[in-house]
Nanobody, 120 residues
Framework: QVQLVESGGGSVQAGGSLRLSCVVS????????MGWYRQAPNKERELAAG???????YYADSVKGRFTISRDSAKNTVYLQMDSLKPEDTAMYSC??????????????WGQGTQVTVSS
């Protein structure tokens, strides 16, 4: 059974930074793609950032240049460094484990989510 546990969310003022962590158990993260999704109130869930097993990354246009996804294979942990945060980044952020090596496959496991709130 694969389990994902996120941490690092919180409240921050615009322009600030947060780093989200996702500790994975039951799967070796270097063998699968991982992603960070977010869902704001009354909006659809979107993939904010993804990292493939070969290290290739994807970023939504809205976060490019501000967010960085990375992984530490030794700790089996995926991170999302979020800088220059904006109020529109306010959302529930969830870590996702993909079925395959790329983020073009479907997630098969999800974390419980961590709330990020950015005030102006």
């Amino acid at each position: 059974q694969v389990q994902l546990v996120e941490s690092g969310g919180g409240s921050v003022q615009a322009g600030g930074s947060l780093r989200l962590s996702c500790v994975v158990s039951g799967s070796i993260i270097s063998g699968n793609a991982m992603g960070w999704y977010r869902q704001a109130p009354n909006k659809e869930r979107e993939l904010a950032a993804g990292i493939a097993s070969n290290g290739a990354t994807y970023y939504a246009d809205s976060v490019k240049g501000r967010f960085t996804i990375s992984r530490d294979s030794a700790k089996n942990t995926v991170y999302l460094q979020m800088d220059s945060l904006k109020p529109e980044d306010t959302a529930m952020y969830s870590c996702a484990h993909y079925r395959g090596r790329t983020y073009y496959t479907s997630p098969d496991y999800w974390g419980q989510g961590t709330q990020v709130t950015v005030s102006s």
